[in-house]
């Protein structure tokens, strides 16, 4: 399995943007679909954005498209996902994934996935 540490969160206003970093170690990440979701309290954790190993394929929730951005650079080893006119409601823990390549039809889905970060934080406040 492969490592991931995320980071990048914060506290931010509506409106404001922020970019969280998914650090891959242990594993080249181009072996691997990478995905964020997001567990607000007392909410299920939920999709967010995906990306398969070569970057040429997105997906995004229909919560935070237009305005979540995700990429990555496998030479880094690194998956950013880049947030805009942030809400209040996308106040949550935010967790990277990461599942090897052949899983991508389901990459919308927990399961797919084999390795976790442990989350950052961002909170929007109003």
């Known amino acids: 399995q492969v490592q991931l540490v995320e980071s990048g969160g914060g506290l931010v206003q509506t409106g404001d943007s922020l970019r969280l970093s998914c650090a891959a170690s242990?594993?080249?990440?181009?072996?691997?679909?990478m995905g964020w979701f997001r567990q607000a309290p007392g909410k299920e954790r939920q999709f967010v954005a995906a990306?398969?190993?070569?970057?040429?394929?997105?997906r995004y929730a229909d919560s935070v498209k237009g305005r979540f951005t995700l990429s990555r650079d496998n030479a880094k080893n690194t998956v950013y996902l880049q947030m805009s006119s942030l809400k209040p409601e996308d106040t949550a823990l935010y967790y990277c994934?990461?599942?090897?390549?052949?899983?991508?039809?389901?990459?919308?889905?927990?399961?797919?996935?084999?390795?976790w970060g442990q989350g950052t934080q961002v909170t929007v406040s109003s």
């Open positions: 990306i398969n190993w070569s970057a040429d394929s997105t």
């Open positions: 994934a990461a599942t090897p390549r052949g899983e991508w039809y389901r990459a919308n889905f927990e399961v797919a996935y084999d390795s």
């Open positions: 242990g594993r080249t990440l181009s072996a691997y679909d």
